[in-house]
Nanobody, 136 residues
Framework: QLQLVESGGGLVQAGGSLRLSCTAS????????VGWFRQAPGKEREGVSC??????????????HYADSVKGRFTSSRDNAKNTVYLQMNSLKPEDTAFYYC???????????????????????WGEGTLVTVLE
C-alpha cells in the first residue's frame, strides 16, 4: 500500500521539543520532495518546511525552505535507510499548536513553491496528520 504516515505529535510545554516522523510505505521517499504543513483550528494551512529529494535539481538550487515563523527552531532531515523524513521542532511556542501533515511530490520547481502549495495540488502523497499541542 502506497502511503505516508506521520507520527511523533503530542502534548509539550512551551520551550520544549518534539520530533515528527513522516514514513513512506510502498515507494522510495528519497526520490521525492517532502513538505511539512500545519493547520491550526480556524486558520489556513501553512507550509512549514519543504526539502527537495535526493539529487533533485530545483529551478533555483535551493534544497530546503522554512517558513519565517519556524526558521531557526525547526529542522527537516532525511533517513533514507528508514524511508523517513523528520521535522525536529525546538523552542516550541503555543502558536505552533496545529495538525501537522507531510506530503511528497516527485517533481517540483522550487521548495518555496512546494511550501506555498497549501491545497496539495499536484502532490503525489500526503498523510492524515499528527496533532501537536504546545501548552503555555
Amino acid at each position: 500500500q502506497l502511503q505516508l504516515v506521520e507520527s511523533g505529535g503530542g502534548l509539550v510545554q512551551a520551550g520544549g521539543s518534539l520530533r515528527l516522523s513522516c514514513t513512506a510505505s510502498g515507494f522510495a521517499l528519497d526520490y521525492y520532495a517532502v513538505g511539512w504543513f500545519r493547520q491550526a483550528p480556524g486558520k489556513e494551512r501553512e507550509g512549514v518546511s519543504c526539502i527537495s529529494g535526493s539529487g533533485m535539481i530545483t529551478d533555483n538550487g535551493v534544497t530546503t525552505h522554512y517558513a519565517d515563523s519556524v526558521k531557526g527552531r525547526f529542522t527537516s532531515s532525511r533517513d533514507n535507510a528508514k524511508n523517513t523524513v523528520y521535522l525536529q521542532m525546538n523552542s516550541l511556542k503555543p502558536e505552533d499548536t496545529a495538525f501537522y501533515y507531510c506530503a511528497a511530490q516527485r517533481w517540483i520547481s522550487t521548495v518555496q513553491d512546494m511550501c506555498a502549495n497549501h491545497g496539495f495540488y499536484g502532490m503525489d502523497y500526503w498523510g492524515e496528520g499528527t496533532l501537536v499541542t504546545v501548552l503555555e
